[in-house]
């Protein structure tokens, strides 16, 4: 005779529809039931006489066992896209990186290696939306910049016209603050001690859940500046020769010198980029052509700043 602890399953009659083996003990009687999202277990019993303890012990095994396997997944996942950041960032580094961008000794197969790590971290993209993300949002450096942007091909027009180790660009970094205005800083070095800058500002569109439109606004190139402890002494006379004439220019000339040269650029360039990839620290942008540029976050968007103006979902 069957013990009175001992519970048999429901017949069919009792079963929710859709389930061969409902995960239910004497649900027609209105005892305890065990969740749907873990209806997959009960063939495992079917047919047997089982307690309510036992049952829930084993249920509660079977569930346990997926979560830690579903974790672990995920641990190995992130485990192997942090793997695949630092092999990219790497292989910039060997490739000499934004100074090696004006160099035309620049090894072709470090370029190569550099795409093809590209390739690999753009397969483990976490954010389906980056253009929406706001992730997209803050201070980036560049860290390895082969796209046509007009910045880039002016600073590559100055840098091929000297040795690279005459003249560099030193920093390139690209600030989004709003989701719809960007603006792109980059300082050139020549000499080892005069420094030139350069500022373009953009206005950003979404056009798709990685594609962004880039129209460009305004261009300002800012004065050089002297570094005079670093001057070569070969130089040192044209540099005092310069200074002395900036210094006998009229005022206003001298106003206008200071403050920058600005390049009104509306309607006369714009571009189309796709967001490859995106996460809290690392942006791979590509052109229209495929050519990529890779960006670290150096800081996110400044908790001070005006209210943020959301970007609308795309809609097709």
């Known amino acids: 005779m069957a013990s009175s602890a001992a519970l048999v399953l429901p017949s069919a009659t009792c079963a929710p529809s ?14 305890p039931s065990v969740p749907t999202s873990i209806a997959f277990v009960s063939g495992a019993f079917a047919g047997q006489r089982v307690s309510q303890r036992v049952w829930n012990s084993r249920v509660t095994e079977r569930v346990a066992s997926v979560s830690v396997r579903a ?8 485990l192997e896209r942090f793997s695949a950041k630092g092999d990219l960032l790497l292989s910039i580094k060997d490739a000499g990186g934004l100074k090696g961008l004006g160099d035309r000794k620049t090894d072709s197969s470090a370029k190569i290696d550099v795409n093809e790590k590209i390739l690999v971290l753009e397969r483990m993209n976490p954010t389906p939306r980056p253009t929406t ?24 027009i100055l840098l091929k016209r000297f040795p690279s180790a ?60 002297v570094t005079e402890g670093n001057i070569p002494s070969q130089f040192k006379g044209i540099a005092d020769q310069i200074a002395s004439a900036v210094e006998r220019l009229p005022s206003s000339v001298k106003e206008v010198i200071n403050g920058g040269v600005k390049l009104p650029l509306t309607n006369t360039f ?23 540029d890779v960006l670290v976050r150096i800081e996110a968007p400044a908790t001070d700043m005006a209210p943020v103006v959301v970007v609308p979902e795309y809609v097709s």
């Open 166 to 225: 005459l003249a560099s660009l030193t920093s390139l970094t690209l600030t989004i603050l709003d989701g719809e205005n960007a603006k792109a800083t980059g300082t050139l070095k020549f000499f080892n001690s005069v420094e030139s800058s350069f500022t373009l500002t953009t206005k950003l569109a979404v056009e798709g859940p990685v594609k962004l439109k880039e129209q460009y606004v305004e261009g300002l190139f800012a004065p050089p500046t």
């Open 71 to 78: 974790s672990a997944a995920e641990s190995t996942k992130e």
């Open 270 to 292: 714009s571009r189309e980029l796709l967001i490859s990839y995106l996460d809290e620290e690392v942006m791979v942008v590509r052109d229209k052509s495929g050519i990529p």
């Open 133 to 156: 993300s706001p992730f997209l949002e803050g201070l980036w450096e560049f860290q390895y910049a082969g796209a046509r942007s007009p910045g880039l091909v002016a600073a590559k």
């Open 18 to 31: 859709g389930l061969r083996h409902p995960p239910v003990v004497n649900a027609c009687a209105g005892a």
